[in-house]
């Protein structure tokens, strides 16, 4: 080993070492102030009394706020519409809107379906609208519309969704839709 690089090493070793142990005091300080306040707050602790109105009514408002987001999660679904067909082209408009809407959208397997998507929302999640089942990507400019045309071969749920995968939307292909 040659000097200069002896040298190094016991340089870069002094420093690590000088910071291993500034860290270990700033523990060590910390520690010692959190013993400190919990030897001098040794006191139990003391009850509240509340008014049984109070109470109850705090209980109500918790008991319908869990009742909110199970309706939100759970019940609030969407219906699914069906597309409407012309010359042969299956088409439905979706309007991007904080999510899509109508987002479960009713198709015939075997023809073509035209989605027409507007979006009204600026937010930067909901820029490009994703069909991972038909390899698509397309930009949706603000205020304007934007259509995909693809072709459900076969039955089945095909999803779409934002370029985060936080808004989502089924196209379901029927045989007999």
Known sequence: MK??????WRSLHKWTIGSLLSI?????AALTARAQISEADTSEFRRIEQPLGLKVGVA?????LIGLELWWFLLSKTKAQTAQAANGVQS????????YSPDQIVVQAGQPVQLNFFRKDPSSCLEQIILPDFNK???LPLNQTATVEVVPEKAGDYTFHCGMNMFRGTMTAREDA
């Open 3 to 8: 000097l200069r690089d002896f040298r190094a």
């Open 92 to 99: 439905v408009d979706v309007t991007v809107d904080g999510g």
């Open 137 to 139: 990507a397309v930009d």
């Open 60 to 64: 109500a408002a918790g008991a319908g």
């Open 24 to 28: 270990g005091m700033l523990f060590g």
